[in-house]
């Protein structure tokens, strides 16, 4: 008759360890027997809250004690496997090597909190690790064999009880006491290796010295509770080898859970596809938890991704007809269905053509999904989200191919149906709306002291029609070239005219002071169309320059404006000329006799009218023209060309043609204009506050 003896210490959720001999005391056999057990199975009890659980296993490593002659022994080590998976609640052991001196800690086979037996590793002699209790507390005892030693500073195990040394006769001052021996990983790993168990240690080994593989014991209990039928795990796995493009065995027999677990923390899209063959399997109604936990691990594992390998294969498919049939559909969507999140690069532009989808649906699946509903049921994912906008800005049947293709996927991760309902019904109320008209592009230039010469920072916003700046996000958040920033500024623009089919000429460029004098409309912009060389973000754009970092500390700069731009077309332009170019001069003027005046040129080097635009500047004067090519007075003809005195409206526009024929020509048109243009209308762009998805977390 067997009986209870020892205990053990789980390895993976289908293994346990534990000391041949306290598997040969449970079987009524002498503990220090040799041969291996005949026995088939073996009762395995797991101590865990609530009714203790009780399971059969087999033994299927077995290192048998071997005597050394200091009365101790070595080998002694027995792998259990279980027929079914540990408890939820049972962890798999996470390992650390015994060091002499280590504080440690031993519990009772029954797991209870007052079973526990303190001790010091004390001596290490041929592989063996002896251990001293103090007199005080419990002690380790007949039960302990088998059972972990727990480190009492680290979350971890760093060997097995063997055995204590017993006392014998009346106890005396000299006799020794509480000293045990125990082997440590480091032994215990040797042994098994020898014994052929090195698949075992790996998994062992693969575990993290802190938090264990959370992720490998999730799979593996999910499994064992989906697939714990041989014959409907060989089901399932021939299914997915298939897809997956793998050869199954020959003779039908069935993969060991462990080797599943392998394949899906291995393989991107085995989990997926795993799960699609799952769901299919069980009707509506009669989803079992345990793929819902599968999913789950799933979403905390760094290998899986969020589509089945056939899901992704026709996705792709569909993507493609959308951005061949309306290359601006895709990046339109994405800007309003993932609003708070930042957007694939690829999905950033004014278009994506059909050659960008598998690029942009990888980064898709792989923004994080959101918080868990309050029904405790997953959210809907972005790249689903998109879908669904997508699909609202088609037609028939292309429209309900994605729908479809959207629902079948919701129903194989769990998603409510009235959660992706909501999505489509954002997505119809979305589809309807006629997009907002973009009247000008803004970009902010900066420049830290850090930056690379010739590299500066560059924010976006669209100034919607109603005159409601709205942020475009970029890829770059350090210093660009200043043709990266022309490239982006123009694809805003760009952008702005494929979603409103209006044309986007006006750029404001926000500078500082050191600022205004760099020539940003010489700044390549690059061109639409590859095989046409790229043209000066000037030439293509009424570039204009602004100045908050002057005109803000001004506390009556609005004022000032409005009034200027109130009598605009009563007054003519102010010229500042050798005569007049005194900065007190200019000073006084525009505070008494030219208080009204909207527009100012300035004519002379450029270097010192920069305290003259500054001064224009802190006026409140809206509109500044000047040549920063200028060498001197003599060169005030060359801005002849752009006609200062003509239209005040149309003087953007006379830039701009200009510009045209600077780039033309460069040596017939000396001039290099630049052109401060503040709207009355002008409104200041948001603060650096950015708010992003909460479920980005903190590391955006």
């Known amino acids: 008759m067997g009986k209870e003896a020892g205990a053990a210490v789980l390895l993976t959720p289908r293994q346990v360890l534990t000391c041949a001999h306290v598997v040969n005391d449970a079987l009524g056999v002498r503990p220090l027997t040799a041969d291996r057990p005949a026995a088939d199975g073996l009762d395995v009890v797991f101590h865990t809250v609530g009714a203790p659980r009780r399971t059969v296993a087999r033994v299927i490593v077995w290192v048998p004690p071997r005597r050394v002659p200091s009365g101790v022994w070595h080998g002694d080590l027995c792998v259990l496997e279980l027929t079914e998976p540990a408890p939820a609640q049972a962890r798999s052991a996470v390992w650390l090597e015994m060091a002499e001196g280590q504080a440690v800690r031993a519990w009772g086979p029954d797991g209870k909190a007052g079973s526990f037996a303190d001790t010091e590793v004390k001596l290490v002699d041929e592989g063996i690790y002896y251990l001293d209790g103090a007199l005080s507390g419990a002690a380790i005892a007949p039960g302990f064999s088998g059972g972990p030693l727990w480190s009492r500073h680290d979350p971890a195990v760093v060997g097995l009880v063997v055995a204590h040394r017993e006392t014998h006769g009346a106890l005396a001052s000299q006799q020794v006491v509480r000293r045990s021996w125990a082997l440590p990983w480091q032994t215990i790993r040797a042994e098994l290796r020898a014994a052929g168990a090195d698949d075992l240690i790996e998994r062992c080994l693969a575990r993290d010295p802190v938090l264990g ?17 041989p014959v409907t795990r060989a089901d399932h796995a021939r299914r997915l080898a298939a897809q997956l493009g793998y050869s199954s065995p020959a003779d039908k027999s069935a993969p060991s859970v462990e080797e599943l677990v392998d394949l899906l923390t291995t393989t991107e899209r085995a989990l997926a596809t795993l799960t699609e063959s799952l769901a299919s399997a069980h009707p509506a109604g009669q989803r079992p938890q345990a793929l819902d936990q599968l999913l789950a691990a799933g979403r905390l594992s760094d290998t899986a991704r969020l589509l089945s390998v056939s899901e992704h294969r026709n996705l792709i498919g569909k993507l493609s007809q959308v951005a061949a049939s309306d290359p601006a559909l895709l990046p339109r969507a994405a800007r309003e ?3 708070y999140t930042p957007l694939p690069a690829v999905l950033r532009g004014a278009v994506l053509p059909p050659e960008g989808v598998d690029a942009a649906l990888s980064e898709l699946e792989a923004l994080p999904d959101g918080d868990l509903l309050p029904d405790g049921g997953p959210s809907v994912p972005a790249l689903l989200k998109l879908i669904e906008f997508t699909a609202a800005g088609l037609t028939p049947p292309l429209r309900e191919e994605l729908r479809t293709w959207s629902e079948r996927v919701a129903r194989r991760l769990g998603i409510h149906k009235a959660a992706l309902a909501q999505r489509r019904a954002d997505a119809a109320a979305w589809a309807v709306q006629r997009p907002p008209t973009v009247t000008r592009i803004v970009a902010q230039i900066s420049t830290f002291a850090s930056d690379p010469s010739g590299r500066h920072r560059c924010r976006l916003w669209q100034v919607q029609g109603e005159g409601t700046p709205v942020p475009v996000f970029t890829e770059e958040s350090g210093p660009s070239t200043t043709a990266r920033i022309g490239q982006l500024i123009r694809q805003a623009a760009e952008r702005a005219e494929m979603e409103s089919g209006q044309e986007v000429k006006d750029v404001d460029i926000l500078v500082d002071r050191e600022g205004l004098h760099l020539p940003v409309d010489e700044w390549d912009a690059g061109n639409a169309i590859e095989w046409l060389p ?3 973000l000037g030439v293509g754009y009424r570039v204009a320059l602004r100045c908050p970092d002057i005109t803000n500390h001004n506390p009556k700069h609005a004022h000032m404006l409005r009034a200027r731009w109130l009598d605009f077309d009563a007054t003519e332009p102010l ?3 050798e005569k007049t170019s005194d900065p007190k001069q200019l000073h006084s003027r525009l505070r008494t006799s030219h208080e009204r005046t909207g527009q100012v040129v300035l004519h002379g080097p450029s270097l010192a009218g920069k305290i003259l635009l500054e001064i224009c500047l802190a006026c409140g004067v809206p509109v500044i023209l000047w040549d920063r090519a200028a060498q001197s007075h003599a060169d005030a003809h060359h801005l002849d060309e752009v006609s ?3 239209p005040l409206f149309q003087l953007p526009e006379r830039v701009r043609t200009f510009r045209g024929k600077i780039w033309a020509d460069p040596e017939r048109h000396r001039a290099r204009p630049s052109l401060v243009w503040e709207p009355e209308d002008s409104l200041p762009m948001p603060s650096r506050h ?10 955006t």
């Open 644 to 646: 200062p005195h003509g």
């Open 575 to 577: 010229i500042v000329d």
């Open 213 to 229: 593989d959370p992720v490998r014991d999730m799979l593996g209990h999910a499994l064992w509770e989906l697939l714990g039928d």
């Open 690 to 699: 950015r708010l992003m998805d909460p479920a980005e977390g903190v590391h």
């Open 337 to 339: 269905a993932l609003r």
């Open 534 to 536: 790229g043209e000066p």
